[in-house]
């Protein structure tokens, strides 16, 4: 590993990252209340438990997912129509 190229006094004053830690009322800390102090990841927003699907949720999925496949599409199309155009006006 290479040596670090700052002054080895401002390189131990170096702290990690921060995790993000809630505060009583649920909101996060803001970053300098955190830095430089030991911190867990039990506050991270990707640990958090995820609401169960509910059944009309699971009957439609399918309408949803297969929603996005034709927004995808149509802006595909939309794109190549505007991109022939412009193709087409300058020739």
């Known amino acids: 590993m290479s ?7 401002l390189y131990k004053d170096l702290h990690f990252l921060p995790d993000a830690v809630l505060d009583l ?3 996060y800390k803001c970053f300098n209340d955190v ?11 990707s640990l958090k438990v995820k609401p169960e699907a509910t059944d009309r949720d699971k ?14 599409a149509f802006v595909v199309v939309a794109f190549v129509s505007v991109l022939v155009l412009f193709t087409c006006l300058l020739y």
């Open 3 to 9: 040596p670090p190229r700052i002054p080895m006094e």
């Open 25 to 27: 009322d649920g909101q």
């Open 35 to 45: 830095y430089g102090t030991e911190t867990k990841d039990s506050d991270r927003p």
């Open 59 to 72: 009957r439609f999925k399918s309408v949803l997912v297969a929603g996005m496949h034709v927004v995808v």
